[in-house]
């Protein structure tokens, strides 16, 4: 049998979510600002950045609520957010 060590947990600033959710809400905006001003792509172009802009929201709004699902102690909470 193969040894069965434990694996060691990531540390926090590994496991969390909200510097990429940041960083992906920034590159967003700062491409909608770029076609937004330039005309790069057309209007096709400036929506793909606006959904973009709206997935980081929308996530930024999901961590929040786990994250208070976490502190209320709700059993169907995500694992592992501090």
Sequence with gaps: M???TP???LP???RAPEPVIVVGMVVWLV???????TDLGG???LTV??????VGV???LLVFAQKAAVRRG???AQEGLD
């Design 43 to 45: 209007d096709r172009a």
């Design 74 to 76: 709700s059993t169907s």
């Design 58 to 60: 929308a996530g930024t």
């Design 49 to 54: 950045c606006l959904v973009g802009l709206v």
């Design 7 to 9: 694996i060691p947990e």
């Design 2 to 4: 193969a040894d069965e």
């Design 31 to 37: 491409a909608t600002v770029v076609v937004w001003l």
């Design 12 to 14: 926090a600033r590994l």
